[in-house]
């Protein structure tokens, strides 16, 4: 293997790693939101073991998806994938300011049912980001697995800062993870 090989080979872990805890931004976000109502700390632990599952089953989702994608696309691949990821950032930025307690917790983080929609809600961008590193990323396990761990841990880190901290706190950090991958679309584009 080349030292520019080993370089590259750093570079995506790099990437992978810095879209992982952007989009675990979302879930600490959500986290916070929910900790500011309350949570027991057994509820911490559920739904966050529920939303590192999601965070590993809809990018695996995605990467299979935007394999496939990438084979049929071929070289138009990393404009889709930079693409995707500017809409999804600017998604995730604008969501971010936007007012009211209905964005935060719709549904009662305490049943199943509730924790499944949360776990999902805040999951489902992990599919298009999926999709966009599936055209061109070689370690399914590491992204998947870097995923998983970003989005329960950052879960935790919000449920439990939620508890003791005001709520400004999960706007700014969903506005910057939406910076962040609306960054690396623009890197990927240009």
């Known amino acids: 293997m080349s030292i520019g090989g080993v370089y590259a080979g750093w570079g995506q872990i790099v990437t992978i ?7 675990g931004m979302d879930a600490f976000s959500l986290g916070v939101g929910i900790g500011m109502k309350g949570i027991r700390l057994l509820h911490v632990l559920q739904l966050s073991l529920l939303i590192a599952f999601f ?8 990467l299979f ?8 696309l071929g070289q138009v691949t ?8 500017v809409l999804l950032g600017g998604h995730m ?9 209905v964005r935060r917790n719709p549904v009662d983080h ?3 049912w509730g924790m499944l929609l949360i776990s ?11 999709v966009s590193l599936g055209m061109f990323v070689n370690s399914i396990a590491l992204t998947v697995l870097a995923f998983g ?13 939620g508890r003791r901290v005001s709520r400004g706190l999960g706007d700014y950090g969903e506005a910057l993870g939406g910076g962040i991958l609306l960054a690396f679309g623009l890197l990927f584009i240009f």
């Open 78 to 85: 990393t404009f889709a994938a930079g693409g995707l990821l």
């Open 120 to 130: 999902l809600s805040v999951s489902i961008d992990s599919f298009s980001v999926g």
């Open 17 to 23: 790693v810095i879209m992982a805890v952007a989009l």
């Open 149 to 161: 761990a970003c989005g329960g841990l950052m879960s935790i880190t919000g449920l439990l800062l």
């Open 93 to 101: 930025i604008f969501n971010s300011f936007r007012p009211g307690e």
């Open 65 to 72: 998806t935007g394999s496939y994608v990438g084979h049929l």
């Open 55 to 62: 965070h590993v089953l809809m990018p695996l989702l995605g």
């Open 110 to 112: 305490r049943s199943l």
